[in-house]
């Protein structure tokens, strides 16, 4: 069966622009978990929807947001972009929200200029 | 919070020798992931485990909750093992999985 696929592969924006990534998730899966992997923060967690509900929610401002439709597909948006926004965002699908194998996107390389 | 620590954070090796990654943690958790992330970027789940040990072809890993610690054993090991390993856990609190900094592997013809 297919994987996670994430789109767009590679995203440049600049500096005030608004993105929306996609995630669709392994079939069947509907817990939707989005990281952000930068150089020097490492893989930090955004947030995870399960049955188009939030659940959790890292330490991120505002201008990051996301949703998941009925089909466990997710899309995460961020608003007012920043230079530091810049980084690898990479999802991750499981069947359900807890102790279950998480299956990961190639992930969306954002560049922020 | 749960607070991940791998070990080394680098290791360079020559082709065919016996790889070991370690990975401790500070809170007691369910299971453990170990995933592996090539330069291209995208990430592979390699095993989720909760106890005593998996193997998947020249690959191990090893639990022991009780001393909240992990092992990754490469048997073998190939140029093409060269990535980023990362052990992850899950967090007590609102997140989703606490990823340690992940160890840089580079093996050598």
């Known amino acids: 069966k297919a994987g996670v696929t994430q789109t767009p592969r590679y995203l440049i924006k600049t500096r005030g622009q608004q993105v929306t990534l996609s995630c669709s998730p392994i079939?069947?899966?509907?817990?939707v978990s989005w990281y952000q992997q930068t150089p020097g923060q490492g893989l930090q967690f955004l947030f995870e929807?399960?049955?188009?509900?939030?659940?959790n929610k890292g330490n991120f401002p505002g201008r990051f947001s996301g949703r998941q439709f009925s089909n466990s597909r997710s899309e995460m948006n961020v608003s007012t972009l920043e230079l530091g926004d810049s980084a690898l965002y990479l999802c991750?699908?499981?069947?359900?929200?807890?102790?279950?194998?998480?299956?990961f996107g190639q992930g969306t390389r954002l560049t922020v200029v | 919070k749960n607070e991940v620590e791998q070990s080394p954070q680098n290791l360079t090796a020559q082709e065919g020798e016996f790889i070991t990654i370690n990975c401790s943690y500070s809170?007691?958790?369910?299971?453990l992931h170990w995933l592996q992330q090539h330069p291209g970027g995208g990430i592979v789940s390699l095993f989720m485990?909760?106890?005593g040990k998996k193997k998947h072809g020249r690959l191990i890993a090893t639990i022991n909750i009780q001393e909240k610690h992990s092992s990754l054993h490469i048997t073998a090991s190939h140029p093409r093992d060269s990535a980023v390993y990362i052990c992850?856990?899950?967090?007590?609190?609102?997140?989703?999985?606490?990823f340690g900094q992940g160890t840089r592997l580079t093996i050598n013809p």
């Open positions: 809170v007691g958790i369910s299971a």
């Open positions: 992850a856990v899950p967090n007590q609190g609102a997140q989703k999985l606490v």
């Open positions: 991750a699908s499981t069947l359900q929200p807890q102790n279950t194998e998480a299956f």
């Open positions: 485990l909760s106890s």
């Open positions: 079939s069947g899966h509907r817990s």
């Open positions: 929807y399960f049955s188009e509900t939030q659940r």
